[in-house]
Each structure stands twice: as C-alpha cells, then as structure tokens.
DNA sequence: AATCTTTTGCAACTGAGTGTCATCTGGCAC
DNA sequence: GTGCCAGATGACACTCAGTTGCAAAAGATT
C-alpha cells in the first residue's frame, strides 16, 4: 500500500493526434481546454475550467466545456468525480488509479493508492457475483492537529 | 471481512419519540414517510418516497419530503447516498456500517462491510496527516454471467 | 477556394433540491 | 374539549449544475 500522495506522472500524451484519428475535430476551443487539462495539478470544475479559458480567449462559452468534459470523459482522456456536495471535478486520464481524500476544510484533493484495499475490492464483488466496472472510494477528513 | 450481504437488523428503533424528545412535532406527513422508511428494505429517493406516500395521503407534497429527509438526515435518523448519475437515496439508520456494490444494470443496491478495509482507509488517513470524518465507498459492477 | 460536416455561442430548458410565504395543525395549557 | 401559537405544510418561485436546440461559424477534405 503506497501512503504517500500520488506524484502526477510528468505525462503529455498527445491528445490531439488521438482526438484526429477519432474522427474529432481540433478546434480552437478544445485546444484551450487540453491545454488547461494538461497544466494543471488540481482537480477544477467545469466552472474554474471555464474561467481559465477565458484568459485565453474571451470568447469561449460555458456550455462549449461542459460538451469538451463529456466528450473528453466518454473518449477516456479525463475522469469525472463528484465530491460530495459540489459540481463535478476533472482531471486528466493517464496517470495511474488512485482514490481520492479530500481535505473538508478547505477543498483539496489528495491522491492515493492502496493496492490491498483495491484486492479487497476484488474479493468482495466476486463473493457477492459481481464483476467490478469501477468503484468510487472517497476519504472526508480533517487534518489532523497536533 | 464479511462477504455476505448485511442484513438488514430487525430495526424499529422508535424515532417518533426520539423525535419528540428533539422537540420536533410528528406530523402527518412525518409519520407516514417515517412508516415508508421503516418498511423498506431498498434505497428509495425522494420521488419514490413521495410516490409510495401519496398512496397513504393524496395531498402530501414533494417538498415536505425533500424537507423531512433533510431532517431525519441531520438529526442521523436517515443516511443520504449519491450515487453516480441519480439523484440522492435514503436508508434508514441504525443498522451497522456498510458499503454499497451497485448493479449497474438493474440499479440495485447491494450492502457489505470490509473491516479490513474500514481499517486500511484508517491507515492511510492517519499516515497522510488526516481524520476521517466520514468515507464513501462504492463499487459499481455488473452481475458476472458464468 | 468550395463544400460539407461538426462544432460553437447563445439562450431556453431540465432535474434535483431549496426558499418564501400564507395557511394549517400538533401539542400543551386551560 | 377549546384556545392558542410556534412550527410545519403545500404551492410555487427560484437556484444550481448541466443539457439541448438552433442558426451561424469554422474544421477538414477535395
């Protein structure tokens, strides 16, 4: 069991090329948004996406990122989570799995992986019949004072 | 590690008097959603909770429900699970902790308990600096067709 | 450059849940 | 039982996150 965060892989897979063979075009405001994906270490919603976009190019719309996350998550290029109480969160695909714990106090995301909790994962759903597709595993917590 | 689905305890903890004793008043309403969530054995939402009261009392509406399981829920009468994609679905507290295993076809809820992994989650919150103060494990999985 | 899709921005819409408010009612006092 | 009144209700307007319809714009391919 790793305990300590998850580093990001330093990865930049070429999505443009995958989203080409796809048969999906590149246009300028897809662009933006991959490159956004692409810089960032914290896990924004589509809001915050939105509004780093702008920066680049005022003329982007809302509902244009909320079509690029739903394109983008349906391709496998980014996943979606929704935390408890808020939008749903995005970050870009390709890493390795981990879960998520999130710091209630103030909104961050840390990742981890627990390689034995995943097994035991397994183990259950195939004790109940069950094939896992996926599985949602989120921490709630406060740092701890002392 | 329990495997087994948890049954449900025989619970008919009397929460018209734990309720009365808060004091909040039991109404109508209140008493017929509380009948609803005592009977039931699965994860109803809001709707359904209201479709099921309508049959008692035609004149009940949806947002006493929404209302009543606000309240049950912050007074830890009730618990709240979002699942992926749905809206919010309540169960009756008092039963022991478990996770859920969805059906992805069907929508069913399956119940577990992993103490082995009620104490992993620990670890890891403790070793990244943290207190869990609540967590939310689901696995979504398809019946294994063999 | 001409064409033909796909994509965009905008605005209208949806679904789940919350807030407002006039009316109603549970529960206690008498 | 009747009266009282804070708390609860039903109706409906509203919010918030996200989706959809549509005419105009812009990729890709020739």
Redesign the interface.
């Known amino acids: 069991?790793t305990?300590?965060?998850v580093k990001h892989a330093p990865k930049k897979p070429d999505y443009e090329k995958a989203l080409r063979k796809a048969g999906i075009r590149i246009t300028r405001p897809r662009k933006i948004i991959l490159g956004i994906l692409g810089e960032t270490e914290d896990h924004p919603d589509a809001l915050e996406i939105f509004r780093r976009a702008e920066q680049v190019d005022k003329s982007i719309s809302l509902s244009t990122v909320y079509r690029t996350m739903k394109l983008l998550e349906e391709m496998g290029a980014i996943h979606r989570h929704?935390f408890?109480g808020g939008p749903s969160r995005f970050e870009q695909a390709g890493g390795d799995h981990h879960d998520h714990?999130i710091?209630?106090d103030t909104g961050d995301v840390?990742e981890?992986r627990?390689d034995?909790?995943e097994q035991?994962?397994q183990?259950?759903?195939?004790?109940?019949?069950?094939?896992?597709?996926?599985?949602?595993?989120?921490?709630?917590?406060?740092?701890?004072k002392d």
């Open positions: 069991m305990k300590t965060p929704a408890e714990l710091d209630m840390i981890f627990s034995r909790i035991l994962q183990e259950i759903a195939r004790q109940l019949g069950y094939d896992i597709v996926h599985h949602r595993l989120e921490l709630y917590g406060r740092r701890r």
